[in-house]
């Protein structure tokens, strides 16, 4: 850890008052944001803490002498961009780029001493890696900052901005991708102490350090359910800003069509709304944009009411001689009962685990939801999901169908999630087909389990999730969404490849055969004319292009908003991973 000098304890005694009295942003008007903006802790002297931080590096000067002549501890003052574009060079110049991650933690631990935790320290080892559902994830930044209100990210912004060091955030981190949701060198800001649910008229007011299991067990307190994760220890902000799949999608949409207002924190710290009304194009941006034009610290659901609960639940088949049939049902749900009876949602696995000693199984484990707000006297799955329930007798017994309340399906779906094995996520997108969907579970099974079926924790799923025309025309009907689904006339499936293993060793054997799956798979489909270009970009893996396969249109809109509300480029060019606006200029 970094000892504290003289004067940066100094300055830290000075500014605890400060923060005493500053509790709430300032606010500030600007012709060309709608409505308010917030700035947390306006008065603090940003300058003046970044000095003391070049002064305990021993580095005088590096940030401090290039910034802009704006007085930054005066109340209303802000970082407008075009004082900071004559930052840019810095980050050009022979100073190593861990210099600037260094003046931005030191700063942040004088201003945040119990929120910032550098190399070392306890804290650090408490908030990195197990934020972390991979292990393929671990990093080691420079500091990991831990704020638990938008005025702490205001602020953090302000001096991660002029202090031109990278920085990653993660909100559940239920990534595969290495350096998707951390960094190597710079701040990561963990969102988990942002937290807290609050139901209003309509709507949950949701902070994005929250994982799905809390928000629907707040939610299933007050009779009601709103679009999220369908597994209760994924992460709110990554799900929603990917477009997000949940159980009522084919009803409802995707998750981020259901949002009424997002607030975000730019890069120059400001603090505002993207709704329908105020900040449209922001809005839309976010609704499958990502994580490329700020940090979204609250998001706001559209509720309804669930006074019945849902009925839902797993299906077990142990029996591969089923699976034809399986297959069968699975493409008529996708075809015919979906679209009958959109309050229902299927997700299909196919399954193969390795347990020591006995070899392997295969497994399809299906999960079936059907809203049940209607008035039926005994609800059951209805007739879109009875031929699914009706396949195999013995599955009844072993099934844990039920009317329950709403939340309580991703908590059973989340329970067996573990962080710190070796994981892989990837996805592509066909036209369903009975015919294919059978080719593809055939081409994955006969690929990896032969090669990779008895490795020490190996467990493989092939998935199949549809999104028909209903799903797409909801959002639509909300004002759109950055995903470029419009016009779709008949569903569509997204193939999902989840695979995780215990070691390391195994890495480059198990992902090289991943890629081969991956690349017959979607030829296959391209032969028969049923591929679909959309990757949907919770699942991607890294050398996809998910917001490329958006489309031009809505690539362009990602463009404006991107210049419009991050002119330098910061989330951009000083977030090192994630998926990017493709066709921006460079960095």
Same mark, same amino acid.
């Given at each position: 850890?970094?000892?504290?000098?003289?004067?940066?304890? +100094?300055?830290?005694?000075?500014?605890?008052?400060?923060?005493?009295?500053?509790?709430?942003?300032?606010?500030?008007?600007?012709?060309?944001?709608?409505?308010?903006?917030?700035?947390?802790?306006?008065?603090?002297?940003?300058?003046?803490?970044?000095?003391?931080?070049?002064?305990?590096?021993?580095?005088?000067?590096?940030?401090?002498?290039?910034?802009?002549?704006?007085?930054?501890?005066?109340?209303?003052?802000?970082?407008?961009?075009?004082?900071? =574009?004559?930052?840019?060079?810095?980050?050009?110049?022979?100073?190593?780029?861990? $210099?600037?991650?260094?003046?931005?933690?030191?700063?942040?631990?004088?201003?945040?001493?119990?929120?910032?935790?550098?190399?070392?320290?306890?804290?650090?080892?408490?908030?990195?890696?197990?934020?972390?559902?991979?292990?393929?994830?671990?990093?080691?930044?420079?500091?990991?900052?831990?704020?638990?209100?938008?005025?702490?990210?205001?602020?953090?912004?302000?001096? $991660?901005?002029?202090?031109?060091?990278?920085?990653?955030?993660?909100? &559940?981190?239920?990534?595969?991708?290495?350096?998707?949701?951390?960094?190597?060198?710079?701040?990561?800001?963990?969102?988990?102490?942002?937290?807290?649910?609050?139901? *209003?008229?309509?709507?949950?007011?949701?902070?994005?350090?929250?994982?799905?299991?809390?928000?629907?067990?707040?939610?299933?307190?007050?009779?009601?359910?709103?679009?999220?994760?369908?597994?209760?220890?994924?992460?709110?902000?990554?799900?929603?800003?990917?477009?997000?799949?949940?159980?009522?999608?084919?009803?409802?949409?995707?998750?981020?069509?259901? #949002?009424?207002?997002?607030?975000?924190?730019?890069?120059?710290?400001?603090?505002?709304?993207?709704?329908?009304?105020?900040?449209?194009?922001?809005?839309?941006?976010?609704?499958?944009?990502?994580?490329?034009?700020?940090?979204?610290?609250?998001?706001?659901?559209?509720?309804?009411?669930?006074?019945?609960?849902?009925?839902?639940? =797993?299906?077990?088949?142990?029996?591969?001689?089923? @699976?034809?049939?399986?297959?069968?049902?699975?493409?008529?749900?996708?075809? #015919?009962?979906?679209?009958?009876?959109?309050?229902?949602?299927?997700?299909?696995?196919?399954? @193969?685990?390795?347990?020591?000693?006995?070899?392997?199984?295969?497994?399809?484990?299906?999960?079936?939801?059907?809203?049940?707000?209607?008035?039926?006297?005994?609800? &059951?799955?209805?007739?879109?999901?009875?031929?699914?329930?009706?396949?195999?007798?013995?599955?009844? /017994?072993?099934?844990?169908?039920?009317?329950?309340?709403?939340?309580?399906?991703?908590?059973?779906?989340?329970?067996?999630?573990?962080?710190?094995?070796? =994981?892989?996520?990837?996805?592509?997108?066909?036209?369903?087909? /009975?015919?294919?969907?059978?080719?593809?579970?055939?081409?994955?099974?006969?690929?990896?389990?032969?090669?990779?079926?008895? *490795?020490?924790?190996?467990?493989?799923?092939?998935?199949?999730?549809?999104?028909?025309?209903?799903?797409?025309?909801? +959002?639509?009907?909300?004002?759109? /969404?950055?995903?470029?689904?419009?016009?779709?006339?008949?569903?569509?499936?997204? $193939?999902?490849?989840?695979?995780?293993?215990?070691?390391?060793?195994?890495?480059?054997?198990?992902?090289?055969?991943?890629?081969?799956?991956?690349?017959?798979?979607?030829?296959?489909?391209?032969?028969?004319?049923?591929?679909?270009?959309?990757?949907?970009?919770?699942?991607?893996?890294?050398?996809? /292009?998910?917001?490329?396969?958006?489309?031009?249109?809505?690539?362009?809109?990602?463009?404006?908003?991107?210049?419009? @509300?991050?002119?330098?480029?910061?989330?951009?060019?000083?977030?090192?991973? &994630?998926?990017?606006?493709?066709?921006?200029?460079?960095?």
């Amino acid at each position: 850890m970094v000892r504290l000098s003289t004067v940066a304890l +100094g300055l830290l005694y000075g500014l605890s008052n400060i923060l005493g009295v500053v509790a709430d942003s300032a606010t500030l008007t600007d012709p060309a944001i709608d409505g308010p903006v917030g700035l947390g802790y306006a008065g603090i002297n940003m300058t003046a803490l970044l000095a003391a931080a070049e002064n305990e590096l021993g580095v005088n000067g590096t940030v401090t002498d290039n910034l802009p002549d704006d007085n930054y501890g005066a109340p209303g003052t802000t970082i407008s961009a075009r004082d900071l =574009q004559k930052l840019q060079e810095l980050r050009k110049r022979t100073y190593g780029r861990g $210099i600037f991650g260094a003046i931005a933690c030191l700063s942040l631990k004088i201003l945040f001493p119990s929120k910032t935790a550098t190399t070392g320290s306890s804290n650090y080892n408490q908030w990195n890696n197990p934020s972390f559902w991979s292990a393929t994830t671990y990093m080691a930044p420079t500091c990991v900052f831990r704020p638990t209100s938008v005025d702490d990210i205001s602020c953090a912004m302000k001096l $991660i901005t002029l202090s031109q060091a990278d920085f990653n955030v993660v909100g &559940g981190g239920h990534s595969a991708i290495k350096g998707w949701a951390n960094t190597e060198d710079g701040v990561l800001i963990i969102l988990s102490g942002l937290t807290g649910v609050k139901v *209003k008229p309509g709507y949950a007011e949701v902070s994005t350090g929250e994982r799905w299991g809390n928000v629907f067990t707040v939610l299933d307190q007050n009779k009601l359910m709103a679009l999220g994760g369908r597994m209760s220890t994924v992460g709110v902000p990554g799900l929603v800003l990917g477009g997000g799949v949940s159980y009522l999608t084919n009803q409802l949409g995707f998750v981020a069509d259901q #949002v009424k207002n997002f607030q975000v924190v730019l890069a120059n710290g400001w603090v505002v709304n993207a709704n329908a009304n105020a900040n449209a194009d922001l809005f839309r941006a976010l609704k499958g944009g990502s994580s490329n034009f700020g940090i979204v610290t609250r998001v706001d659901l559209y509720t309804w009411p669930c006074p019945r609960g849902v009925y839902s639940g =797993q299906l077990y088949f142990s029996d591969t001689r089923d @699976y034809p049939k399986m297959f069968d049902a699975v493409y008529k749900y996708h075809t #015919v009962g979906a679209l009958a009876d959109t309050q229902t949602h299927l997700i299909s696995a196919f399954v @193969y685990v390795s347990i020591p000693g006995v070899g392997g199984m295969h497994m399809g484990a299906f999960t079936a939801f059907r809203n049940i707000s209607g008035s039926e006297v005994n609800p &059951g799955p209805g007739p879109a999901l009875q031929e699914i329930v009706d396949l195999n007798p013995t599955t009844k /017994n072993t099934s844990t169908l039920q009317v329950r309340p709403y939340g309580t399906q991703a908590i059973e779906l989340g329970a067996g999630d573990m962080n710190g094995l070796r =994981q892989d996520m990837r996805d592509f997108s066909v036209y369903a087909d /009975n015919q294919l969907y059978k080719d593809l579970f055939q081409l994955w099974n006969e690929t990896m389990i032969p090669k990779h079926g008895s *490795k020490a924790g190996f467990m493989g799923t092939i998935a199949f999730q549809p999104i028909t025309t209903k799903a797409v025309a909801a +959002g639509t009907a909300r004002g759109g /969404n950055s995903l470029g689904l419009e016009g779709n006339t008949k569903t569509m499936a997204i $193939i999902n490849l989840t695979h995780q293993w215990g070691s390391a060793a195994d890495d480059a054997a198990i992902i090289a055969s991943l890629d081969e799956v991956l690349a017959k798979s979607i030829a296959l489909a391209k032969a028969r004319n049923l591929y679909h270009p959309y990757f949907y970009l919770n699942y991607a893996r890294k050398q996809d /292009n998910p917001i490329g396969s958006y489309g031009t249109a809505s690539v362009n809109r990602l463009k404006a908003a991107s210049n419009f @509300y991050d002119p330098c480029k910061i989330f951009q060019c000083r977030v090192p991973g &994630g998926f990017k606006i493709p066709g921006m200029s460079s960095c």
